[in-house]
């Protein structure tokens, strides 16, 4: 994937480079950041990203046309997510030589590990960047452009027990399997407001139906686009635990044991708020009206490379190209979005280009 858009993008005339991210988190490429040079002189530098990683089951897709609607063949993903985005930012900007349309210079950005954990946005080195701003492409509806996004934590529970036979000793035993249970049936998880989500999504624990289980691992989140509620939440996920653990307690041949947890907290993201003032905002809204396009800026309950460059100081929002159904086996993605989101997109490059000339002039 990372090859064949760069060799797409040197055709193009960028200059392309393969950053180290793919070494530094044990994968086999890293980022492919293209630089297309602009034709207006001194105009400022955006960015354009999209995430060259899918979601599983996600290689040998075979893609399904019919009309505009392009579907997998229901044994993987498509992949719209984020091929789709990739497709439009290189279309976009083939269109503009094409039809020889005074731009800004480009920074192409197509990211590596998107998919578990942001993870080529979190070693993408943004120095090496110009650009200050851009557009995430990267979600559905191309009627919709997400400016807010929330943080997010990531657990990671290791629950402690003590072992013993079940059948013959059971009161010498404290069950990891039922602390983990009575917590989580007493933590509020889901929807929590408007702002905030929580999930234990992962558990795992056992060996035998004869013995009391001693060690339960458990894996969760929470999300909240405000910051007060989402540590308000995490402490009392981990308190919960905690308090569910300390109430079993057995003392066997004179050595006390209580039940136990240890908990990682580890932020995964943190939220971004693009307000509408913004230039890429506005810009977005701009083009949007000389397409006759309607485009809304919205929350989004997700997180995604966008989260990342805001906090590294690229402002940016994420605009959608059609990808539908994502991580699912029936994703699928109408073409007429991703040419409604393509449309707009050249339309936004070139009114970039027009406002350059005339702060230039
Ligand atoms: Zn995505």
Redo the contacts with the bound molecule.
Sequence with gaps: MAERIKQYCEEMGATVEIDDAGERVGGNSGNVIARFPGTIPDAETIMMS??MD?VVPGEGVKPIVEGDIIRSDGTTVLGG??KS?CAVILETIRCLQEQNIPHTPIEAVFSIC??VGLLGAKMLDVSKLKARYGLVF??DDPGFLFTKGPSANHFEFKIYGLESHAGVAPEQGISAIRIAAEAIAQMKLGRIDHETTANIGVIRGGEATNIITNYVYLKGEARSLNEDKLNAQTEHIVKTLQDTAAKYEVTVDGVTTRGRVESEVTREYYAMDVPESSRVVQLVYKAAARKGLKVEAVASGGG?DANIFNKKGIECANFGTG?RA?HTVKEWLDVKDMYASAEMTLEMLKLNGEMATQGRG
């Design positions: 999209a995430h899918t997510d984020d985005g998107e998919e990267d979600s995604c990808m994502i």
